[in-house]
């Protein structure tokens, strides 16, 4: 297999979408994940004749096992992962019920321990690897309304530099991208009061696009030096 495999999950919508779609021109075999929206992710495999797509809830370990033994049957192994899957709850921090917790927990953080687990011994095999998990910038400065939600992306930014560590000896590269505000389906709850506000917080005033995390993918998955970091697109908004 002369192409380069990658997985990525939560790719039918937003941040993922643009990452599938620019591993793909990048002659990538993608595997894009997805769990609800199935219409969506029919769209971008008819787009691409190297985007396969595999319906999995990347919260419960069988599915993921599915989606792992398919991807190595199908194409043989597995050079890069992007962590992509992810939801948000906000609410109060004493509105938060131990179901919003869990949910939010197992979807964003549960499920970096659990697919990257499922990976890693195929790239361990193949001494090479390039893992990319997608935090947010929250985890860096905290959120509002977003405890559960900050709490598990500061838990995938303490995953990340840990497994750099410990599979770099692998020559596997383990890094997050923490985006700022991007222009997804996770944000359209915000008004255009917010998102002024937003926009005059950040030195380069203006909203962030999906494909502006899709290029920082493209870099990571090429360069051969950089692991452990978490790197923050966000238009200087956490400066």
Not at 66 to 86: F, Q, R
Not at 110 to 117: E, R
Not at 161 to 183: F, H, M, Q, T, W
Request: charged share 25%.
């Amino acid at each position: 297999m002369s192409q380069n495999v990658a997985i990525v999950t939560g790719a039918s919508r937003g941040i993922g979408r643009a990452i599938a779609k620019s591993l793909a021109n990048k002659d990538y075999i993608v595997i894009a994940n997805y769990n609800k929206s199935e219409k969506e992710a029919v769209e971008l495999k008819n787009e691409f004749n190297n985007i396969d797509i595999f319906k999995a809830d990347v919260s419960k370990r069988d599915d993921v096992k599915s989606l792992v033994e398919y991807t190595l049957n199908k194409y043989g192994k597995i050079d890069v992962l992007v962590n992509n899957a992810g939801i948000d709850n906000e609410k109060l921090f004493q509105d938060i019920t131990d179901e919003d917790w869990q949910n939010v927990i197992n979807t964003n953080l549960y499920s970096v321990f659990c697919v990257t687990q499922e990976v890693v011994n195929n790239m361990i095999h193949n001494k090479s690897g390039c893992i990319i998990n997608i935090s947010s910038i929250y985890a860096i400065q905290g959120g509002p309304f977003a405890v559960a939600y900050t709490a598990s992306k500061a838990g995938i930014d303490g995953i990340t530099k840990s497994l750099a560590k410990e599979l770099g000896p692998s020559n596997i590269r383990v890094n997050s991208i923490a985006p700022g505000c991007i222009d997804t389906d996770m944000n359209k709850y915000l008004s255009k009061e917010d998102l002024d506000n937003i926009k005059n917080e950040t030195p380069l005033q203006k909203i962030g696009r999906p494909e502006d995390i899709a290029k920082c993918v493209n870099w990571l998955v090429e360069d051969e030096f950089t692991t452990g970091q978490v790197i923050s697109i966000n238009g200087g908004w956490s400066i």
